[in-house]
Structure formats: structure tokens, C-alpha cells
């Protein structure tokens, strides 16, 4: 939800996905990008990138990204509701014009003590109801009471969120008061009268000040000598605030929007500059006049207000911004880029005109934060400064992917040929340039050779992935043969035609010996049709030995289609009684709990836990657990498809901090009803390859021309939009 104060500035609160401790609290900055996804491709946080954020919570907003408005906050695992801003003084003054927000997961109701930053706000965390007993207290929204008192909503639910509530029919609704507070009681208003609108006007609840706007609005003129004595009182600021808008909305606004541009209190400078960009005064002469303003916060809303805007007298007001950044305010940094939008050409020279130094701190921040063709040459000269540490000048070869290809693509050929000798220098290049120009500019491909020569380990499939060669398919086949990063050294391998003629062609003429097995153990959790293909070839030829055709069996059922094809197999009677336990054993690891248990049938027993009648919720909750059994069970069930503490398989969502979340009602619901509701974000998805191929898998990230799925043994998988035939 997002929350607006009384002078118009917004906050808001969101999530990522369960155990990545992704909940964060946010200023909202006008034309702002928060990083959800990569902003050039719309590519997933999961997807690496260079210079990417050293921890998951910061990965998630790509916060390392040029044109990325940073966090105010970040809160850990939660599941954010309703948000406001108290602007009453009911509640103790730690709380007094703060937001106030209601956390479901963590069953606590916060504020958030902000305090200017720069162009931007620091803030803490300040509880001000948290249950730590009962975990069904899922605060939902808060609002406020015309009486100044705080109203939350309770969901209470052994679960979070509407995929799976456990509880349909109770609910609560808390009022939040000092103790000494009266009685509740709605105050009596009169919206008839001015004096009496001017009184509602003031208090915090919102519906109360709608009402109160909208008869004093409607009166026009004759209210405006009591707004005024209002606004020119000694009130608190935030009731100012609210009887400035209406003064600058009615029919005299100029001399109102110049006394709050001269006011001593910032936020009246920047209410000033909100209402002339709705129409109260002329924009460019205000802008003009508070772009030197002592305030970082006032200068920072003169930036946002050039967005787009085609006066001659952007560059120079830019300018002039641009002098003062310090080159440590990231707001700062952001607001100028929003202002900059489209026109920065046109800004950067205007800057460079008045004296712009690029080797500054600010200068550098500047060139990394500009989109156009002239601030290509400067980012290369920065990312080529070998006086820089080659980890400082990540940042400048990632802005390179913020740029036009026609711009930064010249900058990078050069930093390639000026550093044949640098293989550090020269593999973040080709990182960064466009596949198919490298593969046209033969120094450019021979430089990718001699590179890839010397890559090794996750760095040199990257590549191989990335331009698929043909000439690299004979030592993806040898890293194979290795057991070096086999599956996927396969994975890429098998893009390329080639590849998979060279692999099938050694399967077919090899019948035994340790490269056979090498190659077919690479390829068992692909799920491909060729793949599953050259599996059962091996499988079911009686020329080969058992051993090995019992192992391929069992690896027959180790993808998402290939256990469908075994319950295929086993219900056509085609799999051979003796290797029966093999294909069961195959699919006993599958995601698929039905999976499992159909093909348990086969052999000759179905699993007696299937059967067994399930012990009441009340008889469940009385039991205690005992972690040393379950943590075998963990490993035996959970841990295909979920991790704790960084072990198991990454598929499903993490249960690291489950706990804290979920009371034990909500677990049992969810080991019990699995697919009574599914998280957001673990949504399985089925497409079918213009191949043939049906792959399932969750969806990491996706651009106009990449596929990014997350597989279920935890892997990402990269596949073209143009590989596609179908999705559901």
C-alpha cells in the first residue's frame, strides 16, 4: 500500500519470495525505478550480472544498478500490508508523523522513525504490537481513528496471504490507545460551516479530511481567509501543509506558493514546487530560483520536476544540480537521472560546460548514472583506469548494458583491442558486448578464443553458453568426462546441433566402459526428447551390460517428463520385472507426491504411510517434536525441492525462518494440503519446445528473448522465446 503524508511525499512497502529475507520499505521517488526487475531486459534477480550485489536481500532490488532508487529500509522475511502516515497526537511522540505499517508474517504492527538523509531518509524500526505467543495475529492494515487512535485489522490465520487461509470465519479488529486514553467516541463535526470544515481539515483520519478538502474546495473563495490564518499560524507544520493545498488550488495561489518557496521549513519549499507542477505558479522561474537551495531534499524535488520537461532552460538548472552532488548521496544521484530522462545529452554537456570533472567522486557517479552516446567514451575510460582496483570499475562496465549496443558497443571494442594482454580486462568486455557483433569483427572472435582457452570452471561455461561455438563443443564434451561441472557442461553442449550428434554418436558405438556411464549420468536430469531418448536406447538394448541398464533405468525417472514417461512404461508393461525397483527408485525423489505413489504400486506393495489415517489437527498440535528425527525426514522428503540453512535443493521456497511465520497449524495445512495454495513466484509452468521437448519448471526470469527456469534439482536453465512453441 502506499501511504502519503500531508506535504504529498509517499511510502510504500513490498516483498520477494519466502526465505530470502526480501521485505522492504521504501520512499517513493517520482519516475522512480525500484529494481524489481533488471530495467534494460526485465531479467529476474536470480540471473547473474556483473557487479552483482554481494548479498540476496540487496540482489533482489538489483540495488547495485545504474538508475536503481535505493531501499529506505530493509526488514528481513515478512508479508507487508497496510501502511500509513500518523499525523495525530493521540499516540506517544516517538510515533507522531511517522508511517506505521502492519507486517503479517512477523505478526507485529511497526513504525518507521525516518530522518532526512541527503536527498533521501534513514530510518529505524520502532514495534508498536507484536505478538510473540499467538502466531494467528496477522495484522492486515492500520488506519486512523477520528479520535487519533490506531485501528488494526487482524486477518487471524494460522497461514499468510490468500493462497491457503486456514481460518475463513473470525477475524478481529484492535483499537491502539495510551492507556490513559478515553472511551472511544467519534467526534461530532460540522462540514457545513467554514470554521467548522477548517477544524475537520486537522484531524488524522483521512476520510474526515476528505470530506473536510472537499466543502472547503467547493466554497472557494470564502474560505480562503480562514485557510489562511491557518496556514500562517503556529500550528504544526503537517496542518499547514494541509491548508497550503487548498490555498494553491484555489483562485489566488501565487502568493502562497511564493511563501512557502521562502519558508524556513523544507518541506514547504517542496510543497511549493508540487503545486507549480500542477499548474499554481509559473515552474521554470521556481526552479531556477530553489536550485541552489541549501537543502539536498528541496534540490533533489527541482530535479524530479525537470522530468521531461522541453524548456531551454533544463540543461543550465541540471547543471547547476549537478555541481552539487557530492558524490555520496545516492538519492541525489537517482533524482538527477530522473531529471536528466531523455535529454541527457543536452544535460551532461551543459554540465561538463560549467566545469564537470568526471575524475571527481561525483564526476564518476555522474558518467555511471548517464544514458547517451557522448558519456560512452567517459564510462570507457573509467573502466579502463587500470589506477582503479578491477573490482571498483565493475560499476562502470555494468552501466555498458544501460546503454545503447550502438554506443557502447565501439567503447567496448576498443577497451577489448587496447587490452589483448589484460584477460581480466578483456572478459568483461566481451561480457558486455552484443554475441552475434563479436562473431562478425574477426579480432573480436579471435580475441574470444585466446579467452576462452583460459577460462575455466563456471566462468568459462558461462561463455560457452553465451556464444555457443562450435569449436568449444569438443572440450565441453572432455569437462563431461571429467565430472567438471557435468551437468552443465552437458546443458550446454547439447544447445549445439553438433554437440548432440558428437554425444549420441559415442553413446551408440561405446556399449560399456566409464565414458558411456560419464556421459549418460550428464544428461539423466535433462528431460529433453533426445535425451530421454538416448536413455531408454540404453535401457532397454540387451546387449548391454546389466549394471549399467539398471543405473540408466533408475536415471530414466530423474527429470520432470522423464518420471511421466516411467509411469508411462510401467503402466505399458514395458520395463522388465527384474528392473522395476530401479525405475521406482528412479522417480522416489519425484516433487510429485502422486508420482511417487503411483509408481510404488508396481512394485507389488504400495507405500503403507499413503493409507494411514492422518491423526486430528488438535491431537497433531498436542504432540512434540523432536529435531534429531526430523531432521532425516527433512532429508529423506523435503529437502528434493526446499533448503534450510543453505542445504537441501533451492526450488521451492526456503523453511529457513518457516517458523517465525508459520504457527504449527499453518505447517501441518501445508505439509498435509500442499497444493491448497501455492506461494507467489512458485507457480509451475509446462512449455512445449518447437522441438518437441515439454519442459516444467518454475519461471526465474524472462525478456523479450530469454527464458530463465528455475529447474526442480535447484539449477537455472536458459532457453530462447523463439525456442518456444507454447506455455501453460
Not at 23 to 28: A, F, M, Q, S
Not at 374 to 383: D, I, K, Q
Not at 429 to 448: I, Q, S, Y
Request: proline content about 6%; overall charge neutral; some cysteine.
Amino acid at each position: 500500500e502506499v501511504a502519503p503524508d500531508s506535504y504529498g511525499t509517499l511510502w510504500q512497502s513490498d516483498n520477494d519470495d519466502d526465505g530470502n529475507r526480501g521485505v522492504r520499505i521504501n520512499y517513493v521517488m517520482e519516475h522512480g525505478n525500484y529494481g524489481y526487475t533488471d530495467e534494460m531486459t526485465g531479467a529476474g534477480w536470480q540471473v547473474n550480472r556483473t557487479n552483482i550485489e554481494p548479498d540476496i536481500p540487496r540482489r533482489h532490488w538489483h540495488l547495485n544498478d545504474p538508475g536503481v532508487v535505493p531501499n529506505l529500509l530493509q526488514t528481513g522475511a515478512g508479508s507487508p500490508c497496510g501502511m500509513l502516515v500518523y499525523e495525530g497526537d493521540l499516540l506517544p511522540e516517538r510515533f507522531q508523523g511517522q508511517p506505521i505499517h502492519a507486517d503479517a508474517g512477523p505478526n507485529v504492527v511497526r513504525a518507521y522513525p525516518i530522518q532526512p538523509d541527503g536527498a533521501g531518509y534513514k530510518a529505524t524500526i520502532d514495534n508498536i504490537v507484536e505478538s510473540q505467543v499467538d502466531q494467528w495475529f496477522r495484522p492486515s492494515d492500520v488506519c486512523v481513528a477520528p479520535d487519533g487512535s490506531l485501528f488494526v485489522a487482524d486477518w487471524y490465520d494460522p497461514g499468510v496471504g490468500g493462497h491457503q487461509a486456514g481460518d475463513q470465519n473470525r477475524g478481529r479488529v484492535f483499537r491502539i490507545a495510551p492507556q490513559d486514553a478515553a472511551h472511544y467516541t467519534v467526534p461530532v463535526f460540522d462540514f457545513s460551516t467554514i470554521d467548522g470544515a477548517v477544524s475537520a481539515l486537522q484531524n488524522p483520519n483521512l476520510s474526515v479530511r476528505w470530506k473536510a478538502w472537499n466543502a472547503l474546495h467547493r466554497k472557494g473563495a470564502a474560505a480562503e481567509p480562514a485557510l489562511a490564518q491557518l496556514y500562517h499560524s503556529n500550528a504544526a507544520p503537517h496542518l499547514r501543509a494541509r491548508a497550503l493545498w487548498l490555498l494553491v488550488k484555489g483562485g489566488n495561489p501565487a502568493p502562497y506558493i511564493q511563501a512557502a518557496a521562502a519558508d524556513v521549513n523544507p518541506n514547504f519549499r517542496i510543497v511549493a514546487i508540487r503545486a507549480a507542477r500542477q499548474g499554481a505558479a509559473a515552474l521554470m522561474p521556481l526552479l531556477q530560483q530553489l536550485a541552489k537551495d541549501p537543502d539536498p531534499q528541496v534540490r533533489r524535488e527541482v530535479a524530479l520536476a525537470l522530468h521531461h520537461q522541453k524548456a531551454p532552460e533544463v540543461p543550465a538548472i541540471w547543471a547547476m544540480l549537478a555541481q552539487q552532488h557530492d558524490g555520496r548521496d545516492r538519492w541525489y544521484l537517482e533524482a538527477l537521472g530522473i531529471g536528466a530522462d531523455g535529454q541527457w545529452e543536452a544535460c551532461l554537456s551543459a554540465w561538463q560546460q560549467a566545469g564537470g570533472n568526471i575524475q571527481s567522486a561525483a564526476g564518476k557517479d555522474i558518467v555511471w548514472r548517464a544514458r547517451c552516446a557522448a558519456a560512452c567514451p567517459l564510462l570507457g575510460e573509467l573502466a579502463a583506469d587500470r589506477q582503479t582496483p578491477l573490482a571498483q570499475r565493475l560499476r562502470y562496465f555494468r552501466a555498458f548494458d544501460f546503454q545503447t549496443p550502438a554506443h557502447a558497443s565501439p567503447v567496448l571494442l576498443k577497451i577489448l583491442r587496447e587490452n589483448t594482454a589484460d584477460t581480466a580486462l578483456s572478459t568483461l568486455a566481451l561480457r558486455h558486448l552484443d554475441v552475434e557483433l563479436v562473431k562478425k569483427t574477426p579480432d573480436a572472435k579471435e580475441a574470444l578464443s585466446k579467452i576462452m582457452a583460459g577460462l575455466q570452471g563456471d566462468a568459462y561455461l558461462e561463455f560457452a553458453d553465451r556464444y555457443r561455438l562450435s569449436e568449444e563443443n569438443t572440450r565441453l564434451y572432455q569437462l563431461i568426462l571429467k565430472g567438471e561441472n557435468q551437468r552443465r557442461a552437458a546443458d550446454v553442449l547439447l544447445k549445439n546441433p553438433a554437440g548432440l550428434a558428437m554425444l549420441k554418436k559415442t553413446i551408440q558405438q561405446k556399449y560399456k566402459g566409464k565414458e558411456t556411464f560419464q556421459l549418460l549420468e550428464a544428461i539423466r536430469r535433462s528431460g529433453g526428447k533426445e535425451q530421454l531418448a538416448i536413455l531408454e536406447s540404453v535401457a532397454f538394448d540387451r546387449k548391454r551390460d546389466e549394471v549399467l541398464r539398471r543405473q540408466v533405468t533408475e536415471w530414466l525417472g530423474n527429470s520432470w517428463n522423464g518420471e511421466e514417461r516411467v509411469l508411462e512404461l510401467l503402466k505399458a508393461g514395458k520395463i522388465e520385472p527384474r528392473f522395476i525397483p530401479a525405475a521406482v527408485q528412479g522417480v522416489s525423489g519425484a516433487w510429485r507426491m502422486a508420482i511417487r505413489l503411483e509408481a510404488a504400486k508396481y512394485l507389488g506393495n504400495a507405500d503403507p504411510n499413503a493409507t494411514q489415517k492422518i491423526p486430528a489437527m488438535a491431537d497433531l498440535l498436542a504432540l512434540e517434536g523432536d529435531v534429531a528425527k526430523g531432521a532425516p525426514l527433512f532429508e529423506q522428503y523435503c529437502a528434493n525441492c526446499h533448503q534450510i540453512n543453505g542445504k537441501g535443493i533451492d526450488y521451492g521456497p526456503k523453511l529457513s525462518e518457516i517458523g517465525s511465520k508459520l504457527p504449527r497449524e499453518g505447517q501441518y495445512l501445508a505439509i498435509l494440503h500442499p497444493n491448497a495454495g501455492i506461494s507467489f513466484g512458485y507457480e509451475g509452468w509446462e512449455f512445449k519446445m518447437k522441438n518437441g521437448d515439454k519442459i516444467t519448471g518454475l519461471i526465474a526470469s524472462q525478456t523479450e528473448t530469454q527464458l530463465v527456469l528455475k529447474m526442480p534439482s535447484g539449477a537455472l536453465a536458459t532457453y530462447q522465446q523463439a525456442e518456444i512453441a507454447g506455455r501453460k
